[in-house]
Nanobody, 126 residues
């Protein structure tokens, strides 16, 4: 079983940037589709960004396109989310998720991910 640990969250002013990282242990991520999700208080957990195991395919939620960038380093067993131009509505707990896939593809549904991190808080002040 893989363990995922997120880091990099914090408090930032609107317009600022943060870089989230997800480190995996216990199993290689080289054949895992990875994703970032977020959950604000009282709201459902929602998809933010996903990346295929090769890194060739990426998918973003409409509300982060052009602002967030997902990337991965399979040699380091890590996945990152660069977040720029942050808005107060981006405030949430951000979760890293992964699941092994047969094909090199992205996954947007939270129900298809088997492994989850504990989350990291991102707070954007206005």
């Amino acid at each position: 079983q893989v363990q995922l640990v997120e880091s990099g969250g914090g408090l930032v002013q609107a317009g600022g940037s943060l870089r989230l990282s997800c480190a995996a242990s216990g199993r290689t991520l080289s054949r895992a589709a990875m994703g970032w999700f977020r959950q604000a208080p009282g709201k459902e957990r929602e998809f933010v960004a996903g990346i295929s195991w090769s890194g060739m395919y990426k998918h973003y939620a409409a509300f982060v396109k052009g602002r967030f960038t997902i990337s991965r380093a399979n040699s380091k067993n890590t996945v990152s989310l660069q977040m720029n131009s942050l808005k107060p509505e981006d405030t949430a707990v951000y979760y890293c998720a992964g699941t092994t896939t047969e094909q090199d593809m992205t996954i947007t549904s939270r129900y298809q991910y088997n492994d989850w991190g504990q989350g990291t808080q991102v707070t954007v002040s206005s």
